[in-house]
């Protein structure tokens, strides 16, 4: 059974950082692309940023290139997102996903985690 476990959610003011993680635990997943989707208030779930199993590829929306920063940790099964120069539009639930297709992992991924939320300030 495959399980996500995110972590590193909080409250930060705009132009902070934050690092998320997820577990993966249920199988091995180095062969899996790993990725990260936002779900803010009133909004429709969106991609953020995937990166391949071997970490060769990475694909992210326009508005976190150049603040968000996605790789992994294969021997952990861990997939990671560092988040700087936050802004006050990133706050959102903020959920893991796992997927064996680098085309799925962008739009509808196999599993997900519980999702942890993440609150800008200005």
């Known amino acids: 059974q495959v399980q996500l476990v995110e972590s590193g959610g909080g409250l930060v003011q705009a132009g902070g950082s934050l690092r998320l993680s997820c577990a993966a635990s249920?199988?091995?997943?180095?062969?899996?692309?790993m990725g990260w989707f936002r779900q803010a208030p009133g909004k429709e779930r969106e991609f953020v940023a995937a990166?391949?199993?071997?970490?060769?590829?990475?694909g992210n929306v326009d508005s976190v290139k150049g603040r968000f920063t996605i790789s992994r940790d294969n021997a952990k099964n861990t997939v990671y997102l560092q988040m700087n120069s936050l802004k006050s539009e990133d706050t959102a639930v903020y959920y893991c996903?796992?997927?064996?297709?680098?085309?799925?992992?962008?739009?509808?991924?196999?599993?997900w985690g519980q999702g942890t939320q993440v609150t800008v300030s200005s």
């Open positions: 996903a796992v997927d064996n297709s680098l085309v799925r992992i962008k739009s509808a991924p196999a599993y």
């Open positions: 249920g199988r091995t997943f180095s062969s899996y692309a």
């Open positions: 990166i391949s199993g071997s970490g060769a590829w990475i």
